[in-house]
């Protein structure tokens, strides 16, 4: 089946930029998803980018997508210590209409 | 946006019992809901898929005996673990998808955390 790949933790200080990595191996994913989960609660979805685009920004977060190497990472600008939480991406292959989701980075912001 | 409640958030149970969890959308008509499981620590598995009306499809691995999904309409799907034992511990989370957001966007619910003692 697909496998999706992510590090499993992340450490960065309050203000600094977190870059949290995904890889993928569906070469006919077509969507790409960020996902939020804090303690306890259900997944947010952040944000999720076509898979024929580059990179896509939303205020503070930046996705970039690099479909040759099957690379997507998530950038958090100016992280504070509410986004300390779980960050799941997930893929969408071509004709499935269901999530493979990796195994998720946690992300600790520190003081 | 669209919203998805599970009830209940949390359950113990003693061992042997069957354990109903609900999953609603509440401001959309949910065509296909899905049900994970997530150990600590770990991702999300998806369990099965049900489009209302009909039957739910079981991945790999999970027991539809066991496992028992009900969407019989499109705000509503149920889970039940049947003769739950202590390995059924986990947390379970549905997801709702339908006339809601961007094509195919899943909207998940907060989660049900299940002890089974």
């Known amino acids: 089946g697909e496998d999706v790949e992510q590090s499993l933790f992340l450490s960065v200080r309050e203000g600094d930029s977190s870059v949290i990595n995904c890889t993928y191996t569906?070469?006919?994913?077509?969507?790409l998803y960020w996902y939020k989960q804090e303690p306890g609660a259900g997944l947010q979805l952040l944000t999720y980018?076509?898979?024929?685009?580059d990179m896509k920004q939303d205020q503070r977060l930046t996705v970039l997508l690099n479909k040759k190497d099957k690379h997507l990472s998530l950038r958090i600008a100016d992280t504070q210590t509410g986004d300390s939480a779980i960050y799941f991406c997930a893929e969408k292959g071509g004709s499935a209409r269901q999530l493979t989701f990796g195994s998720g980075t946690q992300l600790t912001v520190l003081p | 946006g669209a919203v998805v409640s599970q009830h209940p958030s949390w359950v113990i149970c003693k061992s042997g019992t069957s354990v109903k969890i609900e999953c609603r959308s509440l401001d959309f008509q949910a065509t296909t809901m899905f049900w994970y499981r997530q150990f600590p620590k770990q991702s999300l598995m998806l369990m099965a898929t049900?489009?209302?009306?009909?039957?739910?499809?079981?991945e790999q691995g999970v027991e539809k005996d066991k496992f028992l999904i009900n969407h019989a309409s499109l705000t509503l799907s149920t889970l039940t673990v049947t003769s739950a034992h202590p390995e059924d511990s986990s947390f379970y989370i549905c997801?709702?998808?339908?006339?809601?957001?961007?094509?195919?966007?899943?909207?998940f619910g907060p989660g049900t955390r299940l002890t089974v003692l």
């Open positions: 049900s489009n209302e009306g009909s039957k739910a499809t079981y």
């Open positions: 997801s709702a998808r339908g006339n809601a957001g961007a094509v195919d966007e899943q909207f």
């Open positions: 980018i076509f898979s024929n685009m």
């Open positions: 569906d070469s006919s994913s077509t969507y």
